[in-house]
């Protein structure tokens, strides 16, 4: 079946550093979603790409989707306080919503 | 504007007895619905998914299953819960078809003893 894997599943980061978290999924993708939770939250929608090399920005988060649709990365620059969370993708394909694991993101003050 | 109400929001339950976990949406119509469970401090498995009334797609084997009796209520239930069933679970639904975000509702947190 589809899997969508994402890695480091854990990162702790001094503040002001940068982040960057990576999925890949074993199919090609609609879309790929990225979505954050917070401790004790649920899932909250970040962005959407859709388009082959897709990149976009966010204040200080840059989205990519790969070239065939088969991986996406997200970057935080100069990461913050407010930044901490579990960042997941979820990997699109017809009705199906695959989240990968997460990644887990621990600030350092 | 669209609201998805889920509950109960907490429940602690022994090994074996039954479970009903509700989700209702308002302020859409068709909605896709999902099912998803997360263990703690793990990722996201979908469980269910529906596009219509009646419609159930199930992703994992297990002693869990779905409904969907109208077009913006969707239950989870068990007959018989295993102390493996216990996790937070998620309702969502989307609009549209193949794309568009995911909007959550709180989350139901199951304890089985």
């Known amino acids: 079946g589809q899997q969508v894997m994402q890695i480091p599943q854990y990162q702790h980061v001094q503040e002001g550093e940068d982040f960057t978290t990576y999925c890949n999924s074993s199919?090609?993708?609609?879309?790929i979603q990225w979505y954050k939770q917070r401790p004790g939250g649920h899932p909250v929608f970040l962005i959407q790409l859709v388009k082959s090399g897709e990149v976009k920005k966010q204040k200080r988060l840059t989205f990519q989707f790969g070239e065939a649709k088969k991986n996406s990365s997200l970057h935080i620059t100069a990461t913050q306080t407010t930044d901490v969370g579990t960042y997941f993708c979820a990997g699109n394909r017809d009705d199906k919503i695959i989240f990968g694991k997460g990644t887990r993101l621990h600030i350092l003050p | 504007s669209q609201t998805i109400h889920q509950w109960p929001a907490t429940l602690v339950q022994p090994v074996g007895s039954p479970l009903s976990l509700e989700c209702t949406v308002e302020?859409?119509?068709?909605?896709?619905l999902y099912w998803y469970r997360q263990a703690a401090g793990r990722g996201l498995q979908l469980l269910f998914y529906?596009?219509?009334?009646?419609?159930i797609s199930s992703e994992v084997p297990q002693n869990l299953s779905a409904s969907r009796p109208q077009d913006r209520q969707f239950i989870l239930s068990s007959k018989k819960l295993l102390l493996s069933d216990s996790g937070f679970y998620l309702c969502a639904w989307r609009g549209g078809r193949n794309t568009g975000e995911l909007f959550f509702g709180e989350g139901s947190r199951l304890t089985v003893l």
């Open positions: 199919t090609t993708l609609s879309n």
């Open positions: 302020g859409t119509s068709n909605p896709n």
């Open positions: 529906s596009v219509g009334i009646g419609q």
